[in-house]
């Protein structure tokens, strides 16, 4: 649909400051969708992904369905954990090789929480810059940003938007996700490229799927943001019960539960589950993640968080006392 791409790059051009044609914008089958094209796009075989982790696990199944290869850059928590004396950018550059192609992240970040600031950002887009690289930027989350400044969309930096394909989710942002439709705004004379990978992908976006989209573009900014409140509301209960290490959040839909000091994540959560709780195993995330769990603290009215949490606070002081 003509007016569900237009009203997209309206959507976008309010983030990025500046005019989005409508004919970068392509709809998609929700963001998996987005992102499935956009490494098709710029990968080929053997071609890699510095993927910033952790991650999103399906973002490593889609760079390998592309051809390529997945290479993990530790750096949400390191970041989190104030980022004092991390070197994000060296990270980043240690992990390149003459097969580097392109950098994904996703931010704010699922599993952790973490939201990448400009002056952050900024580093990636110097860094693409200098090393010829694609960004493809995971914005599933943009509309739970808790911070005041908002969430800073990448390709508004500089001359970000040249080399930055970005990924966004009606499903998450306007809680359809059933609905199954996304959008991917591609750098300038990407478009085609994308449009043809799209076509044998999925074909084209269900035409009452995009009906519904573009209504519910029409939500009201207040509804929006009360929508982020009640999600950071949840986030600040998570934060002020668990007595478990996790991670600090500043957007999204989740916190990472360090469970070192448990001696095993996956035990941890088979725990969990006999009494009732659901947690994802860290090793989803990335390969350096088997001691860790992500928790949902928007998977159920704040009550029934709050009472799984009792729960989750409880395993873990006793298998704390017993490793």
């Given at each position: 649909m003509a007016e569900l791409r237009a009203a997209f790059a309206r959507e976008v051009s309010g983030w990025r400051g500046g005019q989005v044609p409508a004919e970068q914008v392509l709809v998609t089958g929700g963001a998996t969708h987005a992102l499935s094209i956009a490494f098709r796009a710029v990968l080929r075989a053997d071609d890699e992904v510095l993927v910033l982790s952790p991650h999103w696990p399906d973002a490593a199944g889609l760079v390998r369905a592309a051809g390529g290869v997945v290479r993990e850059v530790p750096v949400f928590l390191e970041l989190g954990a104030g980022g004092f004396g991390f070197d994000l950018v060296g990270a980043v550059e240690g992990a390149l090789t003459p097969r580097t192609r392109?950098?994904?992240?996703?931010?704010?970040?699922?599993?952790?929480?973490?939201?990448?600031?400009?002056?952050?950002?900024?580093?990636?887009?110097?860094?693409?810059?200098?090393?010829?690289?694609?960004?493809?930027s995971d914005n599933t989350y943009d509309g739970y940003d808790f911070t005041r400044e908002g969430f800073p969309d990448i390709a508004g930096i500089g001359a970000a938007a040249q080399r930055t394909f970005s990924v966004h989710s009606c499903g998450t942002t306007y809680a359809m996700p059933g609905n199954r439709v996304g959008y991917l705004v591609c750098p300038p004379g990407a478009a085609a490229t994308a449009a043809v990978w799209a076509r044998y992908t999925?074909?084209?976006?269900?035409?009452?799927?995009?009906?519904?989209?573009?209504?519910?573009?029409r939500t009201p900014r207040a509804e929006l943001d009360r929508r982020r409140d009640r999600a950071a509301a949840a986030w600040w209960l998570a934060d002020s019960t668990l007595e478990v290490p996790h991670t600090d959040v500043s957007g999204g839909l989740y916190t990472f539960l360090d469970l070192r000091a448990w001696g095993n994540g996956e035990r941890f959560v088979r725990r969990c589950a006999e009494f009732g709780v659901g947690l994802v195993p860290g090793r989803n995330f990335g390969a350096h993640y088997g001691s860790?769990?992500?928790?949902?603290?928007?998977?159920?009215?704040?009550?029934?968080?709050?009472?799984?949490?009792e729960r989750i606070n409880k395993i873990y002081g006793e298998g704390a006392d017993e490793h």
């Open positions: 392109a950098v994904y992240f996703n931010s704010p970040n699922n599993p952790t929480g973490y939201r990448l600031d400009r002056r952050r950002l900024a580093m990636l887009v110097e860094l693409a810059e200098r090393h010829d690289l694609w960004l493809i999925g074909g084209a976006v269900p035409t009452v799927a995009q009906f519904a989209a573009y209504e519910a573009l860790w769990a992500r928790l949902c603290f928007t998977a159920a009215p704040p009550q029934r968080v709050a009472e799984a949490i």
